[in-house]
């Protein structure tokens, strides 16, 4: 009889939210973390924001430089202040087997701290995956074109790069939604993403996603798509799927050049065989015939669903892909979002849009 849930001891898992937007979705992270394989370290310039963010361990980087002012939206302070903390980032990035990071593109501390960090990893043979927000177009060209170089740097050195333009906020939820609640919502996704990506690789199954498997993908780089999908009856798997891979917070995926691919399937219960080969089969026509396609199945039964699919394609022509996490909402509650937010925590939206209030911001 197969033992179906492992819990894989050996491995460390480096969660790094690296700059605002990244710290930001540690505290969601922090929160609802299940697996102590999980260490989370966030990283800025920015000493005030490090006060607010829940984690294990918070790096102050460039202290000499800012003096823990921030990086003022400049990414050459970013990486000045990173390439100054290079011993501290050192010894975290070697303390762990796999890092997965968040961060946010278009400012001072994300921008060019990010791709800083992706190539020491790389350079200690660690795998290494982003997920990076891109800035609204309403914040401007100068501030776009400093994103989609900070971009360019990042695919140079990590593994593999995943993008949320935060436009596809505005044309989802509407222009009506909160601010507070727009970001939460964006926090949300990156903490679904990782978090799923932490289950995958922390517990071993019947069908078994290791660490090797895992960097053998990795090392395709390239664009990297990436899709979550849940459901609660296994009638429902298709659908998941279909949303998983067809999202609209994001841009539209192109998989078929796609030449390494990850499926893993989470399970409370156990799933039949021909609902298994189901979801691999319509993964394998939307890729490459010559892609490497591994496929993992683990039970887990702390699962907030019944049934959670998770897709990584990596050399792909696209950015990313994420589960519905509104699906469950009916329109008019969608709707009713409009400016109430459960928080008024100044650190739950950016420091850019914190600058331009006329409140000072603490510094």
């Given at each position: 009889?197969?033992?179906?849930?492992?819990?894989?001891?050996?491995?460390?898992?480096?969660?790094?939210?690296?700059?605002?937007?990244?710290?930001?979705?540690?505290?969601?992270?922090?929160?609802?973390?299940?697996?102590?394989?999980?260490?989370?370290?966030?990283?800025?310039?920015?000493?005030?924001?490090?006060?607010?963010?829940?984690?294990?361990?918070?790096?102050?980087?460039?202290?000499?430089?800012?003096?823990?002012?921030?990086?003022?939206?400049?990414?050459?302070?970013?990486?000045?202040?990173?390439?100054?903390?290079?011993?501290?980032?050192?010894?975290?990035?070697?303390?762990?087997?796999?890092?997965?990071?968040?961060?946010?593109?278009?400012?001072?501390?994300?921008?060019?701290?990010?791709?800083?960090?992706?190539?020491?990893?790389?350079?200690?043979?660690?795998?290494?995956?982003?997920?990076?927000?891109?800035?609204?177009?309403?914040?401007?060209?100068?501030?776009s074109n400093i994103a989609q170089t900070?971009?360019?740097?990042?695919?140079?050195?990590?593994?593999?790069?995943?993008?949320?333009?935060?436009d596809q906020l505005i044309e989802v939820?509407?222009?009506?939604?909160?601010?507070?609640?727009?970001?939460?919502?964006?926090?949300?996704?990156?903490?679904?993403?990782?978090?799923?990506?932490?289950?995958?690789?922390?517990?071993?199954?019947?069908?078994?996603?290791?660490?090797?498997?895992?960097?053998?993908?990795?090392?395709?780089?390239?664009?990297?798509?990436?899709?979550?999908?849940?459901?609660n009856e296994e009638s429902e798997l298709?659908?998941?799927?279909?949303?998983?891979?067809?999202?609209?917070?994001?841009?539209?995926?192109?998989?078929?050049?796609?030449?390494?691919?990850?499926?893993?399937?989470?399970?409370?219960?156990?799933?039949?065989?021909?609902?298994?080969?189901?979801?691999?089969?319509?993964?394998?026509?939307?890729?490459?015939?010559?892609?490497?396609?591994?496929?993992?199945?683990?039970?887990?039964?702390?699962?907030?669903?019944?049934?959670?699919?998770?897709?990584?394609?990596?050399?792909?022509?696209?950015?990313?892909?994420?589960?519905?996490?509104?699906?469950?909402?009916?329109?008019?509650?969608?709707?009713?979002?409009?400016?109430?937010?459960?928080?008024?925590?100044?650190?739950?939206?950016?420091?850019?849009?914190?600058?331009?209030?006329?409140?000072?911001?603490?510094?």
């Amino acid at each position: 009889m197969f033992q179906l849930i492992q819990q894989n001891d050996g491995l460390s898992i480096g969660v790094f939210g690296i700059g605002g937007c990244g710290c930001n979705t540690l505290n969601s992270i922090f929160e609802q973390r299940e697996s102590e394989q999980a260490h989370l370290y966030s990283v800025n310039t920015d000493k005030v924001v490090l006060e607010h963010t829940q984690s294990d361990e918070a790096v102050l980087i460039g202290a000499e430089l800012t003096h823990g002012y921030g990086a003022g939206a400049d990414p050459k302070v970013g990486l000045q202040a990173a390439e100054e903390s290079k011993e501290q980032l050192l010894t975290l990035i070697n303390g762990c087997d796999i890092i997965l990071c968040a961060t946010g593109l278009g400012g001072g501390t994300g921008t060019g701290a990010s791709p800083y960090i992706a190539q020491l990893a790389s350079e200690q043979g660690k795998p290494i995956i982003f997920v990076a927000t891109l800035p609204f177009s309403s914040e401007g060209e100068f501030r776009s074109n400093i994103a989609q170089t900070g971009l360019n740097e990042l695919k140079e050195h990590a593994n593999a790069v995943i993008t949320l333009p935060n436009d596809q906020l505005i044309e989802v939820l509407g222009n009506d939604i909160g601010l507070f609640d727009a970001f939460k919502h964006s926090n949300q996704i990156l903490h679904s993403l990782i978090k799923s990506l932490i289950d995958m690789l922390c517990f071993q199954g019947l069908i078994n996603v290791d660490l090797n498997d895992f960097a053998k993908i990795m090392d395709c780089q390239g664009d990297a798509v990436l899709g979550v999908g849940k459901c609660n009856e296994e009638s429902e798997l298709t659908t998941a799927l279909d949303g998983a891979l067809n999202n609209p917070l994001v841009n539209q995926v192109d998989m078929s050049s796609s030449t390494g691919v990850i499926i893993q399937v989470n399970c409370k219960d156990e799933i039949s065989l021909g609902s298994y080969n189901l979801i691999t089969d319509t993964v394998r026509q939307q890729v490459s015939p010559n892609a490497l396609v591994i496929c993992g199945v683990s039970k887990i039964e702390s699962l907030a669903t019944n049934y959670e699919l998770l897709v990584i394609a990596t050399d792909a022509s696209s950015k990313m892909v994420i589960d519905d996490l509104g699906k469950d909402k009916k329109p008019e509650e969608k709707k009713s979002n409009k400016a109430k937010s459960e928080s008024t925590d100044i650190f739950d939206i950016p420091a850019f849009i914190r600058n331009q209030a006329p409140a000072p911001c603490g510094k």
